[in-house]
Every structure is written in C-alpha cells, then in structure tokens.
C-alpha cells in the first residue's frame, strides 16, 4: 500500500465532559456537548500486516464513526508472466 488515511468523527451530546479523553476535551467539565474530527494518514509504502496493525491501534473512542482509505499500487507483471 502506497499510503494509509483514517478519519474518526466522534459526536458526544449532552455527556459529562469528564467522562471524554482528555485529549479532546482539555480540562473542560461538568456537563456538554463535543463533536471532533481526527484525520491522521500515515505513508507507505506498507504491507497488508503492517496495515492490519495500524487498523488495530487507532484510538477507540466510544460511539465514534470510524473510516479508513488506503491506496495500493498494482504489481506490475512481465510479459513472461512471473
């Protein structure tokens, strides 16, 4: 794979502040709501395992939409067919 991009969107409504990483709230708290997005792209090139990997270590953030887009470059063939 050439490069990896995942975006998360994540909408808390009328949650404690408190309860959300302080990395996307700061010191904010009592009661509230938080909507953020995070892109992060990581380049390549990558193989299929090293994708998998960072798949799995995205932070989890509850009731968050997660989505990913990769780009991939096709193996070229020779004309022997190898």
């Known amino acids: 794979m050439l ?6 969107i994540v909408n808390y409504t009328k ?18 709501d938080l909507e953020a997005q995070i892109s992060i792209r990581v380049p390549g090139p990558m193989n299929k395992a090293t994708a998998e990997g960072l798949c799995e270590s995205l932070p989890g953030l509850s009731g968050s939409t997660y989505a990913a887009r990769f780009k991939v ?9 190898e």
């Open 73 to 81: 470059r096709k193996k070229e063939i020779d004309h022997e067919g």
């Open 15 to 32: 949650v404690t502040l408190s309860d959300i990483p302080t990395a996307l709230r700061g010191s904010l708290n009592g009661s509230g």
């Open 3 to 8: 490069d990896m991009g995942f975006q998360i």
